[in-house]
């Protein structure tokens, strides 16, 4: 029934916030026959009623997750944890659960040393997103022309694999790309922790803020612009990937140092070498 | 004559790429009576007499200066210093003369070492300018609304620097802010070196490159945006603010490192709080 992905089958939608809601979003275009939201925030659940994208609410696991087929999970990543482990007795036994979280590695090997052989977690992370939170800005168009990642473990079923990804090229994603959930981490340590890690960092550096605003320019904009960040979810993120990401903080400063020393020793001719490789290299990048 | 800010005499802007032709439109804008563009470019040169931005052009420096009040030079930091010091002979006794380089501190104190005392040097530094570089991408709208820094020396006359002080306001600034260059190049160490530090750093940073494109996202773009960078310019403006910005760096990385131990130790607590500090900081800045 699930394989041929008609979505003829109850889904559930484990936190309505800007990912999750987007997920009904989509589905509802798709003509999912039946899509329960869940989330703890009532006034959330009203709205997704409200708005149609799904067709029951609850504000806790229970029972009724019997039927459901498909499970999408998009909370932060200990919670999602959390429910999952809360809800083995409830799930259907031959149930798929995905998740959307940013950090895989760890949030599959805890759910893995867990869940029964029956159920299926398949790893996702949507690289789709919008600035803002909540509801109010959910859209199905978030996943238009998206890359979709899957990092498979050996216990998934190639069948089950192949619904999620399915899902999301009728999402309208650009493409379906499968990685080892260590591979995952690694990357998204160098290309999305650490730019997070370098804005909160500059910006939270002890300087003399007396004619600070003055010099403020573009560069440090840029620099800084996600240093407005959601601290609960990023302090997961780092902690949950934290040898990863140590790496790459370790690399970026061996990279400054680099920099640091030739300004010591006026080697004019490595820093501009330097540059040139930066510049040929940003240049390669919209 | 000069102090009524009239510009009814001989004007000479060294250097005739996005800055100083910007400046000619200007002045042009504000009816000066005769500018002198000199430039290494006939190319260069040929178009801003087109554009009826100068009234003359001249491809090297020569007696000519003699008749010349009034002196702006947009050239790179090393070149600045060095078109002065080959020109003592040929300036007007009484001349003045500024800059728009980015670094003051090491310009002026070599510039003060040879210049007469008859003779003005103003350091400027108009807070202004594009992401593109030459003649065709001059505007005089980049003054408008942009601060103009002047960072007075000991030796400089009040006249002089009210002159220049009057010309940046005719052209729209926002306002003039009188900063030793010692302040200056701290906090251009902070503000502009030291993100374009980051960025050309991250960029080179040694990653196994097979999924890289896949994982560029929003935050990674914004850190590495200046990455693409003039070499030649910001190695002279890096080697000449070494102290400082070396300073800036170490700050930078025992800021980075807090957020490391944090991870290392599991300290959620603390992490949460550096991003609650660097959002609310970060809130503030447009």
Known sequence: MLEDCD?????????????????????KKLNAKHIIGIDKNSETLNKALHMGIIDSAYDEPGKYLKDVDFVIIALYPNDTINFIKANIQNFKTNVIITDTSGVKEMVMNSVDSF???????????????REYKGIEYADEDIF?????????SKRNKKSSIDFV?????????????YISPHEHDSMIAYTSQLPH??????????????????FIGGSFKDATRVAFI???LWTE?????????????????????RIKDDIENNNTVDLEQFFKNSSTLRKKIN
């Open 115 to 129: 869940l029964p052989q029956s159920m299926q977690f398949i790893g996702g992370h949507p690289m789709a997103g």
């Open 7 to 27: 979505f003829d089958f109850k889904i559930a939608i484990v936190g309505l916030g800007l990912i999750g809601a987007s997920y009904a979003m989509a589905l």
């Open 237 to 257: 993120l780092f902690t949950m990937n934290s040898d990863k990401l140590i790496d790459e903080i370790e690399k970026f400063k061996k990279s400054l140092d």
């Open 165 to 177: 990804a399915n899902m999301a090229m009728k999402f309208g994603c650009k493409n379906v790309e």
């Open 144 to 152: 238009k022309g998206a890359n979709y990642i899957i990092t498979p």
């Open 230 to 232: 959601n601290s609960k």
């Open 197 to 214: 890690a370098i804005a909160t960092a500059l910006m939270n550096q002890n300087i003399d803020k007396k004619y600070f605003e003055l």
